[in-house]
């Protein structure tokens, strides 16, 4: 059965009583994914056993100039997947995985990749998937302190770091940067404006405007996410984004100005959210988000935030053959499918 309004109480509470189900699962983040991708179509697989909802499959599909390509999910990696109560209904994944084929034969698609979410430990739920490549990537997480009192906390967070964090932290705390949190409009330009800069400046593909509207829009401030702010003499000079759901927060968008990098204004902002995600909410856990293999100078500066690595797949079935994606373009599947997963360009020898 297809996901339908009716339905949101149970789907909310599978994802409750789900131990893999993560924010990019959540119902208030398909409506994110539906803001930013509107011409895509949403179809989340749901399954049932009694009358309830055991087990799920969130799924978007974009239609483009080689065909419709299905992503569970899409946008810059997001975890996808099954969720499912525990323990797994083997019948209820069995009915998802035929479900979601039939999704995509229906939509005669190109490519179809689902990626496993950081915290699951089952992969041969996806076996039966038969996908003809494989992408791989690290989740690193931090597992925070479980501790209340505020004097304690601090001992306890610096205890998990490396020594190299703890300094550029204790840098940032002497630097004279005020530390603030907020919602405006201001400070959501001026994160993506610095953002923006940053991501340009390594040749890489920024997120726009309107993901961070798209944010404001859909997710309440201070309930479902924080922009922290570090300044100086009135200026924002380093921001950071974060988002909540259930106990863990999620590493979403971090920004400073060149000239303040050294300063370590970020590991500041880190390190507040850290401690009051703790002491405001009991959060147990923080998400940095996937790590490519080769990005090794991101994943050291992560793990040194007292990591825990969660290796995870993206599975994916493309139709074509080698021959025929051989002439297929790049720069027309990026254009095409924006932030969709569609072939993986190093293993089909697609980049420039």
């Given at each position: 059965m297809?996901?339908t309004?009716?339905?949101a109480?149970q789907?909310?509470?599978?994802?409750a009583?789900?131990?893999?189900?993560?924010?990019?699962?959540?119902?208030?983040?398909?409506?994110?994914?539906?803001?930013?991708?509107?011409?895509?179509e949403?179809?989340?697989?749901?399954?049932?056993?009694?009358?309830?909802?055991?087990?799920?499959?969130?799924?978007?599909v974009?239609?483009?100039?080689?065909?419709?390509?299905?992503?569970?999910?899409?946008?810059?990696?997001?975890?996808?997947?099954?969720?499912?109560?525990?323990?797994a209904?083997s019948?209820?994944?069995?009915?998802?995985?035929?479900?979601?084929?039939?999704?995509?034969?229906?939509?005669?698609?190109?490519?179809s990749?689902?990626?496993?979410?950081a915290?699951?430990?089952?992969e041969?739920?996806?076996?039966?998937f038969?996908?003809?490549?494989?992408?791989?990537?690290?989740g690193?997480?931090?597992h925070?302190?479980?501790i209340?009192?505020?004097?304690?906390?601090?001992?306890?967070?610096?205890g998990?770091?490396?020594?190299?964090?703890?300094?550029?932290?204790?840098?940032g705390?002497?630097?004279?940067?005020?530390?603030?949190?907020?919602?405006?409009?201001?400070?959501?330009?001026?994160?993506?404006?610095?953002?923006?800069?940053?991501?340009?400046s390594?040749?890489?593909?920024?997120?726009p405007?309107?993901?961070?509207?798209?944010?404001?829009?859909?997710?309440?401030?201070d309930e479902?996410?924080?922009?922290?702010?570090?300044?100086?003499n009135?200026?924002?000079?380093?921001?950071?984004l974060v988002?909540?759901?259930?106990?863990?927060?999620?590493?979403?968008?971090?920004?400073?100005?060149?000239?303040?990098?050294?300063?370590?204004?970020?590991s500041l902002l880190?390190?507040t959210?850290?401690?009051?995600?703790?002491?405001?909410?009991?959060s147990?856990?923080?998400?940095?988000?996937?790590?490519?293999?080769?990005?090794?100078?991101?994943?050291?500066?992560?793990?040194?935030?007292?990591t825990?690595?969660?290796?995870?797949?993206?599975?994916?079935?493309?139709?074509?053959?080698?021959?025929?994606l051989?002439?297929?373009s790049?720069?027309?599947?990026?254009?095409?499918?924006?932030y969709?997963?569609?072939?993986?360009?190093?293993?089909?020898d697609?980049?420039?």
């Open positions: 297809r996901y309004p009716d339905l109480s789907y909310e509470q599978l994802l009583e789900s131990p893999i189900g993560m924010f990019n699962h959540s119902l208030r983040y398909r409506e994110f994914l539906k803001e930013i991708l509107p011409d895509a949403d179809h989340y697989l749901c399954a049932f056993n009694n009358n309830e909802m055991v087990a799920a499959l969130p799924v978007f974009k239609k483009g100039p080689y065909g419709a390509v299905v992503n569970s999910l899409p946008f810059f990696g997001s975890h996808g997947g099954f969720i499912y109560k525990v323990p209904d019948t209820a994944i069995a009915d998802l995985l035929v479900a979601f084929n039939t999704l995509c034969a229906d939509v005669n698609a190109f490519s990749t689902v990626v496993e979410a915290l699951e430990k089952n041969e739920k996806y076996e039966a038969c996908a003809n490549f494989f992408d791989e990537r690290i690193q997480i931090t925070l302190p479980n209340s009192n505020a004097e304690c906390l601090d001992n306890e967070l610096f998990i770091l490396h020594q190299k964090t703890r300094n550029m932290v204790r840098k705390q002497k630097g004279g940067f005020s530390v603030t949190h907020d919602g405006s409009m201001s400070t959501l330009k001026t994160l993506h404006e610095i953002h923006d800069n940053n991501i340009r390594i040749g890489g593909s920024p997120k405007l309107n993901v961070f509207i798209a944010i404001s829009k859909v997710f309440r401030y479902d996410y924080r922009i922290y702010t570090a300044s100086k009135g200026r924002i000079v380093s921001a950071l988002l909540y759901f259930k106990d863990m927060v999620e590493y979403f968008t971090p920004a400073t100005l060149e000239a303040y990098r050294s300063d370590q204004p970020l880190i390190y959210a850290m401690r009051d995600a703790i002491l405001e909410r009991e147990r856990h923080w998400n940095w988000g996937g790590t490519w293999l080769s990005q090794k100078g991101v994943y050291q500066f992560k793990s040194r935030w007292g825990t690595d969660y290796p995870y797949r993206y599975h994916v079935q493309v139709s074509h053959t080698i021959n025929e051989s002439i297929i790049k720069e027309v599947l990026l254009k095409g499918y924006p969709f997963y569609t072939v993986p360009f190093a293993a089909l697609l980049s420039e």
